[in-house]
Nanobody, 113 residues
């Protein structure tokens, strides 16, 4: 069953910013490492960023532009995306790390030139 809900996507110009939100339900937040993944049409789903407690990890393509964080008070995993590029266009998903095969609907991010 789906344990997370993603939101915050939208349409922005290149160089702009978006903040994605993942609300974790049940015990998934406290008992698992969490992360963001993305998939563009016709491409494989790829890892974007992950967080344990303090330790974070990023794909090379987003390092220095994206920041992942967690708020234990609200069970929220956020992804702050700055300096967005057209190649960031994709559907973004939140899941455990490593991911389980229970993907949600995701949130769409579109970056125009």
């Amino acid at each position: 069953q789906v344990q997370v809900v993603e939101s915050g996507g939208g349409l922005v110009q290149a160089g702009g910013s978006l903040r994605l939100s993942c609300l974790a339900r049940g015990g998934v937040f406290s008992r698992n490492d969490m992360g963001w993944f993305r998939q563009a049409p016709g491409k494989e789903r790829e890892f974007v960023a992950s967080i344990k407690w303090i330790q974070t990890s990023y794909a090379e393509s987003v390092k220095g532009r994206f920041t992942i964080s967690r708020d234990s008070a609200t069970n929220e995993i956020s992804l702050q995306m700055n300096s967005l590029k057209p190649e960031d266009t994709a559907t973004y998903y939140c899941n455990t790390v490593p991911p389980r095969d229970n993907w949600g609907q995701g949130t769409q991010v579109t970056v125009s030139t």
